[in-house]
């Protein structure tokens, strides 16, 4: 099965150190075909946060495991720098991170496409952290994956699900995203934004398709909402996915793993499986 780490809002510059090195033991032990990281690695945009961002994604590569990555909105300028907040919203994410904002990767029987949702202006008003997706990106995302793709992954930063507590609309023209994911045959959409971990499965539009969601918590950094640091680890092939949740433990400063969800493909759809706690699995797991 190819294995996919997934992380999301790394935050540097809020990071916490202790949490950023055990990232890189697990991502060393755990040894997944590829990293996808879904975006916000700063607070600010602030050069040395970016320094900090690069130097993990270093640590990553320099791991040999190929990385890719899209923009977040905490990854633009703020409104105290309007000339690059406005003219020249990834100039610094392009040098740090990638030049590429929605690069397309194949990790061995799965292919990610990046979709950059994160805008120089929120989606309403005033609300900046907000995102969207263009028309032209919707249009195109069925065109960017090879004909002979076992399974397709899309990664966006801004979840087109909020959790219970938070109900609102977060990505303009979502829609449209919706039809896009459908048109596209995606098995599996990786979101962020919200700093809280959830597995399950998406509906899409004409009500004949679900595919598996993966939003990660934040990965290393203060910023916690109700929940510890973590990641997700997804295994997958063509009729299998799992989806497995890492959490940190400040007691002993490693990341375990806590649950496993398990999905299996009928036809083009996929179901959720019973999910099961690490105990389960044979005991919980931690990385060094």
């Known amino acids: 099965m190819t294995r996919l780490m997934h992380l999301s809002d790394l935050h540097f510059g809020a990071e916490v150190p202790e949490a950023v090195?055990?990232?890189?033991?697990?991502?060393?032990?755990?040894?997944?075909?590829g990293v996808v990281i879904g975006g916000d690695f700063t607070m600010r945009a602030r050069r040395r946060e970016w320094?900090?961002?690069?130097?993990?994604?270093?640590?990553?590569?320099?791991?040999?495991?190929?990385?890719?990555?899209?923009?977040?909105?905490h990854d633009i300028p703020g409104f105290n720098h309007p000339w690059h907040r406005l003219f020249h919203p990834f100039q610094r994410y392009k040098r740090a991170i990638d030049a590429d904002?929605?690069?397309?990767?194949r990790f061995g029987e799965i292919e990610v496409a990046g979709l950059n949702t994160a805008r120089r202006f929120g989606a309403w008003a005033y609300d900046w952290s907000t995102g969207s997706v263009s028309v032209a990106q919707c249009v195109s995302l069925p065109f960017r994956f090879g004909q002979e793709t076992p399974l397709r992954a899309v990664v966006i930063h801004?979840?087109?699900?909020?959790?219970?507590?938070?109900?609102?609309?977060?990505?303009?023209?979502?829609?449209?995203?919706?039809?896009?994911l459908e048109k596209s045959r995606v098995d599996l959409l990786l979101a962020?934004?919200?700093?809280?971990?959830?597995?399950?499965?998406?509906?899409?539009?004409?009500?004949?398709?679900?595919?598996?969601?993966?939003?990660?918590?934040?990965?290393?950094?203060?910023?916690?909402?109700?929940?510890?640091?973590g990641f997700h680890v997804i295994a997958a092939d063509a009729g299998r996915m799992e989806v497995e949740r890492w959490d940190h433990d400040e007691s002993d400063g490693r990341f375990h793993h806590r649950k496993t969800h398990g999905f299996a493909r009928r036809a083009e759809s996929w179901t959720e499986e019973n999910a099961r706690g690490a105990e389960e699995d044979g005991g919980v797991q931690g990385s060094t």
């Open 21 to 33: 090195a055990a990232l890189v033991s697990a991502a060393a032990e755990l040894r997944p075909d």
């Open 51 to 73: 320094a900090g961002a690069r130097a993990f994604i270093g640590e990553l590569e320099g791991l040999g495991l190929p990385v890719l990555a899209i923009p977040g909105n």
């Open 101 to 105: 904002l929605e690069p397309v990767g």
């Open 158 to 180: 801004h979840p087109l699900l909020a959790p219970r507590e938070g109900r609102r609309r977060l990505l303009r023209r979502d829609g449209l995203l919706l039809a896009a």
């Open 192 to 229: 962020g934004h919200f700093h809280q971990s959830h597995v399950g499965l998406l509906k899409l539009p004409l009500g004949t398709r679900e595919i598996v969601l993966s939003h990660a918590s934040t990965a290393c950094s203060r910023r916690v909402k109700g929940e510890s640091m």
